[in-house]
């Protein structure tokens, strides 16, 4: 599967990263196709694409704030968990965004 999304906190640093981290190597892992765009302090970093949205099965927003161009993502299958969410159990997450499909 192809799956992307965002992940972003109120400071846009620590939480938002390891929770990019952990997103990619779990998704990786299980054999996915995954690319995650931060949010935060900084702007956007790792933007995603207008192709890379398109293409992907399930998007996954892990944040704790409203998602920076949110109208991108319009007509795709969104599973939104708190920022804190991947880095606890990205397993759980990436499996219960597969569910919705």
Same mark, same amino acid.
């Given at each position: 599967?192809?799956?992307?999304?965002?992940?972003?906190? @109120?400071?846009?640093?620590?939480?938002?990263?390891? /929770?990019?981290?952990?997103?990619?190597?779990?998704? %990786?892992?299980?054999?996915?196709?995954?690319?995650i %765009?931060?949010?935060?302090?900084?702007?956007? &970093?790792? *933007?995603?694409t207008? &192709?890379?949205?398109?293409?992907? !099965?399930?998007?996954?927003?892990?944040?704790? &704030?409203? #998602? *920076? %161009?949110?109208? *991108?993502?319009?007509?795709? #299958?969104?599973?939104?968990? @708190?920022? /804190? /969410?991947?880095?606890?159990?990205?397993?759980?997450?990436?499996? !219960? /965004?597969?569910?919705?499909?």
């Amino acid at each position: 599967m192809k799956i992307v999304g965002v992940t972003a906190c @109120p400071t846009g640093v620590a939480h938002t990263n390891m /929770a990019a981290k952990a997103l990619v190597k779990t998704g %990786e892992k299980l054999g996915h196709t995954i690319k995650i %765009e931060k949010q935060g302090a900084l702007g956007i &970093q790792n *933007r995603l694409t207008k &192709q890379e949205i398109e293409e992907a !099965d399930v998007v996954i927003f892990a944040v704790e &704030q409203k #998602v *920076r %161009e949110e109208e *991108r993502f319009a007509g795709k #299958v969104i599973h939104k968990v @708190p920022v /804190a /969410a991947p880095i606890k159990n990205g397993v759980k997450v990436i499996e !219960d /965004a597969l569910a919705l499909l």
